[in-house]
């Protein structure tokens, strides 16, 4: 059985380009979170909302 070659390089860019996707959507992810959020932070405010009533009820 013959083996294939590999090209070192194309296989290192895919590695590479495979982890800065996995490394972005990681980043991604837990910046949507309200708690890591620094670019939106969320005030107290904003964060303890307590929902209205439903119709009808007492």
Same mark, same amino acid.
């Given at each position: 059985?013959?083996?294939?070659?590999?090209?070192?390089?194309? @296989?290192?860019?895919?590695?590479?380009?495979?982890?800065?996707?996995?490394?972005?959507?990681?980043?991604?992810?837990?910046?949507?979170?309200?708690?890591?959020?620094?670019?939106? /932070?969320?005030?107290?405010?904003?964060? %303890? @909302?307590? /929902? %209205?009533? %439903?119709?009808?009820?007492?």
């Amino acid at each position: 059985m013959v083996r294939k070659n590999y090209n070192f390089r194309a @296989v290192l860019a895919a590695y590479i380009g495979a982890g800065l996707v996995v490394a972005f959507l990681i980043h991604f992810i837990v910046l949507s979170s309200p708690k890591y959020n620094w670019i939106f /932070p969320q005030t107290s405010t904003t964060a %303890a @909302v307590i /929902p %209205a009533p %439903a119709p009808g009820a007492k």
